[in-house]
């Protein structure tokens, strides 16, 4: 089909009843006279007057096929079958897709088929940019689709111009961050004011940055490989997100990658992460940089997990489990310094090396050496990941 053939057919398109007839019907119980519009062929697509649907309109003709911007007919004899009034073609990108008449003295009319006549240029206009962002926003969804999940899709070079068209750089540094609302799953229709939302918060920030709703998940990719802004821009949306919408909001944020093949690795950290966001008191956004030790025992099995925790406090009440998580998390960010730890706890030193030494009696590990406190840090890990948080449930 010939190129420019085919731009005037799909402009032409637009003129059909199902669009034409809701507009004539709005219009005509406002004003005294007929409104008539017709398409690039002729007939008439839309009228007050059904029966006159689908004929053809001599004047129309006549109008579309000339240059004239305008066609009054003045007495009902001018043209054959043609009632007198004014006529002016539609036109869209210069193009005339159709023609709109107004049955009535040409005197009395003329303004109003103007301005109708404007009203349906600018409804044209507005409704095929409309299209036109709906079929890119559909053709980006599918593309982030297949980079993000089809691990049949293989990085090529046409596969990267297909980015380009959609102004989708693959080749430059991405960081992939994942937002779960639970409550998607069966509110599927706020999730186009959740997006709404978002993109609000992005505004002014620079750089790109898409998005895709998978299910209960929100993922966004951000043209940036800086995990730190990345974290920033995530903390600001959810903050926004939790003012606005009384849903809960986990979140996390995968590395940054800077080769196109692994931007599916930081989205599977992103959904680690995102995990763990769920099991901290307060749903706190996490990364893998910030939280490596985390990241770690989230990919082994939970149930091993519990089973090593359970075996090294064996007999263990919950009171003595918190108190002793509590010292050991003192004891590792102060380096093992019994000052420090005796202060913060607000007990004797000697009290503390009592209570170390207890524990090292009582699990077999001693906090004093290297490696018994790596596998006590370890514990504790578990012990804030699967018990405190799920005793606290209960």
């Known amino acids: 089909m010939d190129q420019d053939f085919a731009f005037k057919w799909n402009l032409s398109s637009w003129i059909n009843t199902e669009n034409m007839q809701p507009i004539v019907d709005k219009i005509t119980p406002l004003i005294w006279t007929d ?8 007939m008439i697509v839309a009228s007050p007057k059904k029966h006159r649907i689908g004929k053809y309109h001599n004047a129309a003709r006549m109008l579309l096929e000339s240059e004239e911007d305008q066609l009054i007919i003045e007495h009902t004899n001018d043209v054959p079958g043609v009632l007198h009034g004014v006529n002016f073609p539609i036109c869209i990108e210069g193009v005339r897709v159709g023609m709109i008449g107004i049955t009535g003295k040409p005197s009395e009319v003329k303004l109003i088929a103007k301005l109708v006549r404007e009203l349906l240029q600018f409804h044209i206009t507005e409704a095929r940019k409309d299209q036109k962002d709906s079929y890119l926003a559909q053709l980006r969804y599918h593309f982030l689709y297949e980079w993000l999940f089809d691990k049949s899709i293989v990085i090529s070079r046409a596969f990267e111009e297909r980015g380009k068209v959609l102004d989708i750089p693959i080749f430059q540094p991405w960081s992939v961050g994942v937002v779960l609302v639970e409550e998607l799953k069966e509110r599927e229709p706020q999730t186009e004011m959740l997006l709404s939302c978002i993109q609000e918060c992005l505004k002014e920030r620079e750089g790109k940055i898409l998005s895709i709703c998978v299910g209960p998940e929100i993922i966004l990719l951000f043209q940036e490989g800086e995990t730190e802004k990345v974290l920033a821009a995530m903390r600001g949306i959810v903050g926004k997100l939790r003012e606005e919408f009384p849903y809960s909001f986990q979140a996390g944020v995968g590395r ?28 706190e956004i996490c990364s893998m940089e910030e939280r490596p030790m985390e ?5 082994a099995p939970r149930e091993e997990m519990v089973r090593l925790f359970r075996k090294a406090f064996h007999g263990y009440s919950e009171g003595e489990l918190a108190r002793t998580m509590e010292m050991l998390r003192l004891y590792a960010r102060h380096n093992g310094s019994i000052n420090k730890v005796s202060e913060q706890l607000g007990i004797h030193k000697n009290t503390l090396q009592y209570r170390l030494n207890r524990l090292a009696e009582r699990t077999g590990y001693v906090p004093q050496q290297v490696s018994d406190m790596a596998y006590l840090y370890v514990l504790m890990k578990i012990y804030e990941l699967e018990i405190e948080r799920k005793d606290g449930e209960g």
């Open 35 to 42: 409104i008539n519009i017709v398409n690039a062929e002729g």
């Open 256 to 283: 940054g990658v800077t080769e196109a093949e692994q931007i599916r690795r930081s989205l599977q950290d992103a959904k680690i992460m995102c995990r763990l966001s769920g099991q901290t008191k307060e749903n």
């Open 295 to 299: 990241m770690l025992l989230q990919l």
